[in-house]
């Protein structure tokens, strides 16, 4: 713990002593500002930067890295041999840091299960590694910045009611909060929101299309469709105070709304969560607590599922130092469903009340799994021998600095991904990188069905026969909405193709296309979506970007 906090302290030092002196250096005029500090933000940076072009990461983060370095460790890979250019860089530094015998100072090497989603966790032949902690995946990306000398102001908020002036289609400048003001040639949102983007006016889409407006299946309200186990289908769950009485109330985290017709489009948003890292190595344990606002009424539904006869409990994928990604399992778990609905549109005030409503919905979750006499004793007892990594997230109370923000805006730019082009059956003729993970949606409403029992709905797993392209318009708004700014992972995409594209290692592709495409336009002097694709696709393969399955 004590080692992985001084190299982060020396890495931001670095970065610190960079903004420091911000006046004075390159990028105090810089030809790209990029807002966000994602991980695709981050391998923009590095591409623009060994571009030799003046770049500066502007971001509302403490800690950059996105998901990738707050808590998702267990990789959506998909098809690996797909991942190419600094994306592929990335895991091959986690690989690197792993051949450290001194890394595993909670668990020899040996005994950990070398299995990732998938894949295996480490792999040799390709010098790679799938699985990772947190605060590894932090380093790695504070060593990219440092390396190539890249300013980062942190903790800046971009004013998204006054604070982007747009002339003549193209982006003048940006102000944050604190009053600060940034001027470039070319802007990039790298904001799993895609707040930049609203701000400038660009159009984009909230919640699930209809199957009609894409020709699409897999979109839109998806009753009675269960790809996993994720739902109450065969418990037969009353969803009222008193069982089987409508006049007695609902159970919290229910809604009465009606659900919809299967195929149409609604304003609901998949589920979020917290991907925690968990451990049991004693020494390295801090004990599920008991939140202040602890309520166990808030989790009967959850009693009643155990009742039924099934235990969803505390899953995840297993990564290094007896630690755990713990993502969603079971009918009633992490994922907070219904909760986020007003998250992309709320103001900043609005999304800190959602975020802690998250936050106390799950640290009870973790309280009532450990103590609540519904819960079999023998998991309890196997549950309390759990807690949160005490050599993660130390200045958060070893929290997950950010929410899984699964989608929230989706841009509609000058290409929409649907379901068509990553099932094969519509042709991308632009591709900027490839993606093959499943078209993933968590759950988005919990509802009663006419039968007056609970049920999720939305949860979905559909697999593409193959890895398939992503269009460079998906990066790009439309050319009469904005002229200088590009999109980097609210991308232009229907719901049910973001489910695929939304994953760490595709954002990562797509900011270093992203920065190369920005590089070239300011080399040249023209508007990024006169840049000849070409052109583009040249430069791209000689970065080691995989543009087709053939490029492997």
Sequence with gaps: MRTNTIVLFFLALLVFCGCSNFKSTKSSNPDVVIYGGTSA???AAVQLAQM???????CPEKHIGGLSASGLGFTDVGDKSVIGGLSREFYHRVYLHYQNKNAWNWQPRGEYDNQGQGTTAIDDSMQTMWTFEPHVAEQIFEEFVAQNSITILRDEWLDRENGVEVVD???KSITMLSGKKFEAEIFMDATYEGDLMAAAGVNYHVGREANSVYNETWNGVQKGVYHHSHNFQQL???PYVIPGDSTSGVLPRISTEPPGENGSGDKRVQAYNYRLCTTNAEGNVVPFEKPGNYDPAQYELLRRVFRGGRYSMFGGGKIPNHKRDVNNVGPFSSDNIGMNYDYPEASYEE?????QEHIDYHKGLLYFWCTDESVPENLRDKMKTWGLAKDEFVDNGHWPYQIYVREARRMIGEYVMTENEILGRQKVDKPIGMGSYTMDSHNTQRYITSEGYVQNEGDL???ADQPYQIHLGTILPKKEECKNLLVLTAVSSSHIA?????MEPVFMILGQSAGVLAGMAVEEGVDMHDIAYVELADELHA???ILAVTDK
């Design 41 to 43: 933000a981050i391998t």
């Design 52 to 58: 030799n072009k003046n770049v500066l990461v502007v």
């Design 169 to 171: 289609g193209k982006i």
């Design 236 to 238: 037969n769950i009353s």
């Design 351 to 355: 999304r800190k009340a959602i975020l």
């Design 461 to 463: 797993g559909v697999d």
């Design 498 to 502: 973001f489910g695929s594209i939304r």
């Design 543 to 545: 970065l080691g970007q």
